[in-house]
């Protein structure tokens, strides 16, 4: 089970991966890759709340807690053999993204829809794509992850590291936004017809998880037509008022 956070602890999270240099060697290696900024951070600040340290009895290796058993070459290549080693910070950035990488294109392999993959990748991050395929197949690619929620888990990190780097408050969210505050948006929208039209949420079938998808934003629009506010299918502000109502 993830270990519980609030904005402000990952904002003294990124705080020291800025003052070590650390956030510097994550933007490089995501950059190489082609993968979403800050996603790096999510995954430090969910393996070790952001820490340089040898964790999960002597395995875990290193900011990203790179694990001894599977991938033994690297770290003795990058002098962290040793039962106290940890690569250096940049070249465990690059891999670990490149591990990312791969999950996706073996997601993408596999048949996982678009919108999945990246939590796919997550989940095969912590349990090995195997575990996350046969995870997925079965309803959830978390499923054989530790505490059965790392790549939700993530992503929801991951929205909050996206905002603070911004530098800003975060984001409305429209089709294509994922996370946890997506997550919290599909709950609160089903309280809400639960509430004031029982029934009626069901009939656009949105499904689980931190995707933004079709069937969400119409629930969205209808939402805002029956509340009187700009119909355009993005969560703002006033539409989230709306739902507190």
Request: hydrophobic letters at 35%; charged letters at 30%; glycine letters at 14%.
């Amino acid at each position: 089970m993830a270990r519980t956070y609030t904005r402000e602890s990952l904002g003294r999270e990124l705080a020291r991966a800025q003052a070590r240099g650390w956030e510097a060697c994550c933007v490089e290696a995501e950059r190489r890759v082609d993968l979403p900024r800050a996603l790096l951070l999510a995954i430090a600040s969910r393996e070790t709340d952001m820490d340089d340290v040898v964790g999960d009895g002597g395995h875990g290796r290193g900011l990203f807690q790179i694990d001894d058993r599977s991938h033994r070459t690297f770290l003795l290549e990058h002098g962290a053999g040793g039962t106290d080693g940890k690569p250096p910070v940049r070249d465990a950035a690059r891999y670990a993204a490149q591990l990312v990488r791969d999950n996706l294109e073996f997601a993408r392999r596999k048949g996982v829809s678009e919108p999945e993959r990246l939590k796919f990748a997550l989940s095969a991050y912590n349990a090995g794509p195997g575990n996350a395929h046969a995870g997925w197949q079965a309803g959830d690619s978390d499923a054989r992850t530790t505490g059965a929620d790392y790549g939700r888990d993530v992503l929801r990190r991951h929205e909050h590291f996206r905002a603070l780097v911004n530098g800003g408050p975060t984001s409305a969210l429209e089709r294509g936004s994922r996370g946890g505050r997506v997550e919290e948006l599909k709950g609160k929208l089903a309280d809400w017809y639960g509430r004031n039209a029982p029934g009626e949420f069901e009939r656009f079938g949105v499904k689980p998880g931190p995707v933004f998808g079709a069937a969400l934003e119409q629930a969205v629009l209808d939402f805002q037509r029956r509340k009187g506010l700009k119909v355009d299918g993005v969560v703002g502000p006033k539409t989230l008022a709306a739902l507190e109502r």
